[in-house]
């Protein structure tokens, strides 16, 4: 079982580049969630999403869009890359009808210059 | 909003006890976590306990709740350098709201 898995696991990007973070799982978990992490600012949600073509907004959602199309993949898209949005960003997923473990891939350290 | 507060650093020698301590502000989360993050990775759950609980202890580690103050703690036994990591505690259901983490540094 691969769990969570996050792709690029490091990117450089330059200010108004756009690009995909994407992140899949196979335990077939009704609901993915993103987060970033900041130092000293723990965990925050971006964007959640409840099962497949159903999507909502987290804490900081300004500036990333989300889609999901199927139950397995819930791509991150950075439109137009602000310095701001240097960070690491984990995916992760949970079986709904437990509602106890998240599981989490193992980050995407994005660097926006 | 809903909030989670702990304290952002611990230090102890090995083989002490290590309390971190968390409060909340969601009365209605069903589970409480803590998360384990080590340098570089993701975080890796360390044990939860469920709202009409006092109390879980699961080998080195007990978990307490005060639901009244809503106060949550973690105690970690015997501390090993290997336990030296970011501990975070986390509220809510599917969405989880995290503290900021209490960065734990065991010396030998």
């Known amino acids: 079982n691969a769990g969570v898995t996050q792709t690029p696991k490091f990117q450089v990007l330059k200010t108004g580049q756009s690009m995909t973070l994407q992140c899949a799982q196979d335990m077939n978990h009704e609901y993915m969630s993103w987060y970033r992490q900041d130092p000293g600012m723990g965990l925050r949600l971006i964007h959640y999403s409840v099962g497949a073509g159903i999507t909502d907004q987290g804490e900081v959602p300004n500036g990333y869009n989300v889609s999901r199309s199927t139950t397995e993949d819930f791509p991150l898209r950075l439109l137009s890359a602000a310095p701001s949005q240097t960070s690491v960003y984990f995916c992760?997923?949970?079986?709904?009808?437990?509602?106890?473990?998240?599981?989490f891939g193992q980050g995407t350290r994005l660097t926006v210059v | 909003g809903e909030d989670v507060e702990q304290s952002l650093f611990l230090s102890v020698r090995e083989g002490d006890s290590s309390v971190i301590n968390c409060t909340y502000t969601?009365?209605?989360?069903?589970?409480l976590y803590w998360y384990k993050q080590e340098p570089g990775a993701g975080l890796q759950l360390l044990t939860y306990i469920f709202s009409n609980m006092d109390m879980k202890q699961d080998q080195r580690l007990t978990v307490l709740l005060n639901k009244k103050d809503k106060h949550l703690s973690l105690r970690i036994a015997d501390t090993q350098t290997g336990d030296s990591a970011i501990y975070f505690c986390a509220q809510g259901g599917t969405a989880l709201i995290f503290g900021k983490g209490t960065t734990l540094s065991v010396s030998s």
């Open positions: 992760a997923s949970t079986a709904m009808t437990r509602g106890t473990e998240a599981f």
């Open positions: 969601d009365s209605s989360s069903t589970y």
